[in-house]
């Protein structure tokens, strides 16, 4: 089998980015910064390295959680089991990210899409249940703040049925 070069497999990726329509920036050869639009978590900006010896994907999802931590790291771990190409990972300081690695051979606008796909699923559908667990307290703070105040809600209405005390069932 072949070994396909760095300027190759660049192309590959660009063709496919500009194919599929996403917002980029190509920085130099091998490396990618995409945008990819949400819904919970507005945006994701994924990095991607092509290196010798396969595609570096990393993506920031959130900032390190200011409670609950452990459980936080539990519900990511279990959430590993069952992803695609890539696994939630945390830095030095606890932000969480999804990382993954592909090999040069996988390199195909149909994988770029799935790896792509499967970043912008995770961190978007999981994106609120993070927050509600690492950031819980100050959600609650948040929306009893904004309620005293007469403050509009409509950027926390995500979690009106966890922070709102008149909607959350007794118990």
């Known amino acids: 089998m072949s070994r396909r070069s760095v300027a190759e497999l660049d192309g590959v990726v660009e063709e496919a980015l500009r194919a599929a329509e996403l917002e980029y920036e190509h920085p130099g050869t091998g490396r990618f910064v995409v945008t990819l639009p949400g819904v919970k978590k507005l945006r994701t900006v994924v990095g991607m390295t092509i290196g010798a010896h396969g595609v570096r994907v990393e993506a920031f999802v959130c900032r390190q959680p200011d409670e609950?931590?452990?459980?936080?790291?539990?519900?990511?771990l279990q959430h590993n089991a069952r992803m695609y190409g890539v696994a939630y990972s945390i830095d030095s300081v606890g932000d969480v990210y999804l990382t993954g690695t592909f090999a040069h051979a996988a390199v195909s606008a149909e994988e770029?899409?799935?790896?792509?796909?499967?970043?912008?699923?995770?961190?978007?559908?999981?994106?609120?249940?993070?927050?509600?667990?690492?950031?819980?307290?100050?959600?609650?703070?948040?929306?009893?703040?904004?309620?005293?105040?007469?403050?509009?809600?409509?950027?926390?209405?995500a979690f009106a049925a966890f922070a709102d005390p008149t909607r959350r069932p007794p118990g």
Do not use: C, P
């Open 68 to 76: 609950n931590r452990e459980q936080l790291w539990a519900w990511l």
């Open 112 to 157: 770029i899409d799935r790896i792509l796909g499967a970043v912008l699923t995770y961190a978007d559908e999981h994106f609120n249940t993070m927050l509600e667990i690492g950031f819980g307290s100050s959600i609650r703070r948040e929306w009893e703040w904004r309620v005293k105040r007469g403050e509009s809600l409509r950027n926390l209405e």
